[in-house]
DNA sequence: GTTATTAGGTCAGTCATATTGACATTTTAT
DNA sequence: ATAAAATGTCAATATGACTGACCTAATAAC
């Protein structure tokens, strides 16, 4: 009999050290960002802004709203922060003046590179160390698990 | 000039790609968990009490608290819920009075496996689409990434 | 050229969660 | 007998996100 069950719980034991492996390297990943953050008092959600702003310079509020995927109200909180401490600017669409184009400022910029910085220093350290197969196979497993 | 910071912007890319492949690759993974267990007025915090002591039969509370960081009342609460929704049982240490042996009850049991099932489940397809060596790749990346 | 809609912002109330601090109970250790 | 540990609970506080309501300014539609 146990030998009839052992083989699929060693399976089963397999998949929950994945399981562990991936809670404990995603934790690890946003450990330094969010205590940089929590020095300014601010959080993760203004980690989330300053990427997506930094990456996608002219973004409107709306459309940050559906990246982000929460309600104005509470993205206003954050977003008065950030514009408060000098990290966001934002200027009036040309064309359409209701909408507010936003931006991060040179030290919102700054910013920004030092908590994401952190994070691709530490993927980049250890794919130095595993090289270019692991990367590869690691982001093709990401890949498929974030697929459906 | 473009030449010389070009390759770094490229590599810093990759990396950013990277990032985003782990939040949405964790965030597909606790997806549906988090909606079974909302279901039942239950979240995250739940799922990991069931995982520990699951993992653990005969966990201390003390031990939980040390295991999940956090404080003792805040785990009171979704303490009760599921001991109030009958997933969770106790029974007093024989020789230390004082200490409660948490355990799963068998609906308790149930739904952990049908919560870490499903996510067990995500990795099993993922890893038997990409073969061992991907999954050996992977698992080398999360515990670099998780190392220091 | 009114009217409706859109982009953005704000106020109020609610709800969930986590914290600290204080205190009580039971049991074990000294 | 007293100290300490394991657990539980009450209260107050803080945070963060939500819904709902309401507002302005600007554009779109009729």
Redesign the interface.
């Known amino acids: 009999m146990t030998d009839l069950i052992t083989p699929s719980s060693i399976?089963?034991h397999e998949?929950?050290?994945?399981?562990e492996?991936?809670f404990?390297?995603?934790?690890?990943?946003v450990a330094r960002p969010d205590a940089m953050l929590a020095e300014q008092g601010l959080s993760r959600v203004h980690h989330r802004i300053l990427y997506f702003v930094g990456?996608n310079p002219g973004l409107s509020v709306n459309e940050l709203l559906g990246i982000l995927g929460v309600t104005k109200q509470s993205l206003n909180g954050p977003m008065r922060q950030l514009g408060r401490l000098g990290y966001i600017q934002t200027r009036q669409d040309t064309r359409d003046r209701r909408i507010k184009r936003l931006s991060l400022t040179d030290s919102g910029q700054a910013l920004e590179t030092a908590l994401?910085g952190d994070?691709?220093a530490?993927?980049?350290r250890?794919?130095k160390?595993?090289g270019a197969?692991?990367?590869q196979?690691?982001?093709?497993?990401?890949?498929?698990?974030?697929?459906?």
Not at 15 to 19: K, R, T, W
């Open positions: 399976r089963e998949l929950n050290q994945a399981l492996a991936l404990y390297g995603f934790k690890a990943v990456h994401s994070q691709r530490r993927f980049a250890v794919f160390q595993l197969k692991d990367e196979a690691w982001r093709r497993v990401m890949n498929k698990l974030a697929d459906r």
